[in-house]
């Protein structure tokens, strides 16, 4: 690395670091209820909503009705995204004419959108015609990212609420995350991106003369369009990934210059870090949330610097050259290191380079981050919701360290809570390990395999924890279009999803009944080094280590293969 990389790395960090504390004091405005500046634009927008849709903007939910509608809101979108597909060939704005798509595919993309995944097994500008795309899941991209608002919401309710049993309304949460806070954003990333030559049309796709001459005759490629732009906006900044095209921001049309690459990182990381600001401003624990984001950094600054290292260090299998295979050349090592470490820190899952082709200690780190369970930083509101689960655990144990009855925020943690935290921490953890298993030992999981040994294992463990994480980024070299993958990475990102959300609702619920008590001197601070250290160290062995024997048989088997030059 030169001293230009470790100033791209210096001014990234830079730019995330910044606008957060404002981002996160304006959206604890919005979600507060309190007058902002888009209110005299965006108000009457929002009332119009509550009448047209029957919501009333009076009346709060319990736990257990906020998870009710949560649950339902997200299976009708289930059901819609799923029909456009299976019908988009009688639909409108198909201008390439485009077939049905088959049932388990369509199924599986529409669990993929409704659950913040964005899993692809198919390429976007072949399969989907840009009502698909803009209807289905461009609309999925708001409301997933909106979901993951509303439960972060929830759950911030009930562990700062003084003994009400309500967490606020989800009808209400949603329509204010997608409008104050998505809509706002992806249309200023939008034009940004516009500028930066990303596409935004509605035309057919077009026909190019290329140089290559067959038979005397001039060969032509068609070429890709659609209204591109408007959703890597909204895939970006709501930490869902999914590429209009279908390697994603590898593709020119998606992502052309260093300027737009630069802003697409800054958008994937920009709303999580954002959201732990505006849990300090609505919690009144502005330490206790740096505390929780300097936690958060250290374990991306530890997997950023290891992957730069590694993905900088010549390849035997090159003789010697750096690892410029699967690299977009006007992007470089610098940036395509950043990007796997970060869209796998949140659980984004764009990529601006081929996965499949990094060093195996830099795919390690791509595959680490997520099983961690994507709390790093995590998805918009996701990422908070579930370190939170681990916050719970580690002062859990730091009340067992000291003999006292835990607190968090004054109140007690007690057996529910944290019998439901490990919950959410474990279920991730199961759906990966088994359905891995169940992979390699079977021709139905082998049988779409394009590598062997070590490498191969790799692609198919990153395919469960992408899916488990739902980050929804891959290793390319395992094809993901068969009916068993279609079936058992929907059944992972729907039950990982879920299976977490409903947990931290249940938390929320038992919380916010509980009254608040002062601190004490045998009270344990939750904004000091030892809570920071405690926690990272917390989330390595619990969220990490019941991995590491997987982690032994792919990619650490395949790094210490590596100087032999040997090849999968």
């Not at 999914?242 to 709303?271: D, I, W």
């Not at 470089?332 to 081929?354: E, F, Q, R």
């Not at 499949?356 to 998805?379: H, K």
């Not at 394009?450 to 992408?466: D, M, R, T, W």
Request: proline share 5%.
């Amino acid at each position: 690395m030169n001293s230009y990389d470790y100033l791209q790395v210096a001014l990234y960090i830079a730019a995330l670091i910044i606008p957060a504390p404002f981002l996160g004091r304006y959206m604890a405005r919005v979600f507060s209820g309190e007058r902002t500046w888009l209110h005299p634009v965006l108000a009457p927008v929002e009332n119009i909503t509550y009448r047209l849709s029957g919501v009333k903007a009076d009346r709060e939910m319990n736990w257990k009705e906020y998870a009710f509608a949560l649950m339902v809101f997200n299976l009708m979108g289930l059901i819609v995204v799923t029909a456009l597909q299976l019908w988009q060939s009688h639909l409108p704005l198909n201008t390439q004419k485009l077939p049905d798509v088959p049932l388990l595919l369509a199924l599986n993309t529409a669990v993929s959108f409704i659950t913040n995944t964005n899993w692809q097994a198919y390429s976007g500008e072949s399969t989907l015609s840009y009502f698909s795309q803009m209807l289905g899941l461009g609309v999925q991209n708001f409301v997933s990212a909106a979901t993951g608002f509303a439960a972060l919401l929830a759950l911030i309710r009930g562990l700062v609420g003084r003994g009400a049993q309500t967490l606020g309304n989800f009808w209400i949460d949603l329509t204010r995350a997608t409008l104050y806070v998505l809509l706002p954003l992806s249309i200023l990333f939008a034009v940004l991106f516009t500028s930066q030559g990303v596409v935004q049309t509605f035309n057919s796709y077009a026909d190019a003369t290329t140089l290559e001459v067959q038979k005397d005759a001039v060969q032509t490629q068609q070429i890709p369009l659609g209204p591109a732009a408007s959703q890597i906006a909204i895939k970006q900044l709501g930490t869902n990934g999914g590429g209009f095209f279908g390697v994603n921001s590898a593709h020119p049309f998606e992502n052309p210059t260093p300027f737009s690459n630069f802003l697409e990182m800054l958008a994937l990381l920009l709303l999580p870090i954002a959201c732990v600001a505006m849990f300090g401003e609505m919690a009144r624990k502005k330490k206790h949330a740096y505390a929780i984001l300097t936690a958060m950094f250290v374990l991306f600054f530890v997997g950023l610097a290891t992957a730069l290292y590694f993905e900088h260090q010549p390849n035997p299998v090159m003789d010697g050259l750096k690892n410029f295979e699967g690299k977009e050349l006007r992007f470089g090592i610098t940036n395509s290191a950043l990007w796997a470490t970060a869209t796998t820190a949140v659980s984004n899952g764009a990529v601006n380079s081929m996965h499949d082709s990094l060093q195996p200690i830099t795919g390690m780190i791509a595959t680490f981050n997520m099983m961690l369970g994507e709390i790093i930083f995590g998805g918009v509101g996701s990422g908070l919701y579930g370190i939170l689960a681990h916050v719970i655990v580690t002062v859990f144990l730091a009340g067992l360290m000291v003999g006292r009855t835990p607190e968090y925020l004054g109140k007690k943690i007690e057996a529910r809570e944290v019998k439901l935290a490990m919950l959410a921490i474990i279920v991730p953890s199961v759906l990966i390990l088994v359905f891995t298993a169940i992979a390699v030992v079977t021709e139905m999981g082998l049988s779409s395999l394009n590598n062997k040994g070590p490498h191969g294992f790799s692609e198919i463990l990153y395919a469960f924890v992408s899916a488990s994480g739902n980050n929804g980024s891959a290793f390319a070299g395992l094809n993901g279009n068969t009916n068993f993958y279609n079936a058992a990475i929907a059944t992972c990102m729907f039950v990982a999803r879920f299976a977490v959300i409903i947990p931290m609702l249940a938390i929320a619920g038992g919380m916010a009944v509980k009254k608040i008590t002062p601190p004490s001197t045998g009270t344990f601070r939750t904004d000091t080094t030892v809570f920071i250290v405690l926690l990272v160290g917390e989330i390595v062995i619990v969220g990490g280590l019941t991995f590491f024997p997987a982690l032994v048989l792919g990619p650490l088997a395949e790094h210490f293969l590596l100087p032999s030059a040997k090849l999968f």
